[in-house]
């Protein structure tokens, strides 16, 4: 089975409190913060590449990114990815979830024929939750999202797919989209040998140019969903100094409290 995997570097949950929002472009400021692969597009990883330990072919990675993105990169290389195609042009900047999944149908279609397309079920950062459904249509192949389980025999998918109240098992004729959850698997961790082994691999990078994607739908401009306005709000509060002996403070604080209705 060759099989496209679509991974996302997103920043570090550990930096959360550091990111900026441009007040000019109304998009955020990662720089400077470290970035790691989304945690549910390990999961797509890991499903991927066991079907392929399983049923052989290859396993391609998938990324729209900056250069600088590179590491991240290889860290899905070092869980056993076979190659890895990086989407990198400045025309792609502020593209929203449509304009990212023409943007990859499109690099997908340009690697060649795969069987299967592998996404996270949504995104670290955006949660958005639209990709995987929008790569469906614009590869024109069958998807499911919310995966729990999968099964292949090389042929046809099954899966279980999580709903309101319950679950729906399907099964696919393939090629065909699935975007899982994190109950799909459970991911295998990246070691020394694997980086070592990843630096080796293929690795190719595609600009706007290379695969042509539907030029009504690329980057900001060509992006349905725009920002608002951005404002931030006052969060000064009054504040008044008390001055007196320990027990004169402590009954102004107290009648300042009933004043303001909490007793």
């Excluded at 890895?84 to 279609?109: E, K, V």
């Excluded at 958005?128 to 995966?147: I, R």
């Excluded at 098992?169 to 020394?192: H, Q, S």
């Amino acid at each position: 089975m060759n099989i496209a995997v679509c991974v996302k570097p997103v920043p570090d949950s550990k930096y959360y409190d550091q990111i900026k929002i441009d007040l000019v472009t109304k998009t955020w400021d990662r720089s400077g913060i470290p970035t790691v692969i989304s945690d549910l597009d390990k999961h797509a990883l890991e499903a991927a590449i066991s079907l392929k330990e399983k049923h052989g072919g290859k396993v391609a990675v998938f990324t729209m990114a900056p250069p600088t993105m590179k590491d991240t990169i290889l860290q899905a290389l070092g869980m056993g990815a076979d190659e890895a195609y990086l989407i990198s042009d400045r025309a792609f900047a502020g593209s929203d979830t449509l304009a990212t999944s023409n943007i990859l149908a499109a690099a997908i279609r340009k690697a060649g024929d795969f069987d299967l397309v592998v996404t996270g079920n949504e995104s670290d950062d955006g949660s958005t939750a639209q990709v995987s459904a929008q790569l469906g249509e614009w590869l024109g192949m069958p998807h499911v999202m919310n995966v729990t389980r999968l099964e292949s025999d090389g042929s046809i998918i099954a899966v279980t797919a999580k709903q309101d109240g319950g679950s729906i098992d399907y099964e696919i004729g393939l090629p065909a989209v699935i975007g899982v959850t994190r109950k799909v698997n459970k991911p295998r961790l990246v070691n020394i040998m694997g980086i070592l082994k990843a630096k080796q691999k293929p690795f190719n990078v595609f600009s706007a140019n290379d695969i042509e994607p539907d030029p009504n739908f690329v980057g900001l401009k060509g992006s349905p969903t725009q920002p608002g306005g951005i404002a931030s709000p006052e969060m000064g509060r009054k504040s008044e100094l008390i001055e007196g002996t320990p027990e004169e403070i402590a009954k102004r604080i107290v009648d300042e409290l009933y004043k303001a209705g909490i007793k």
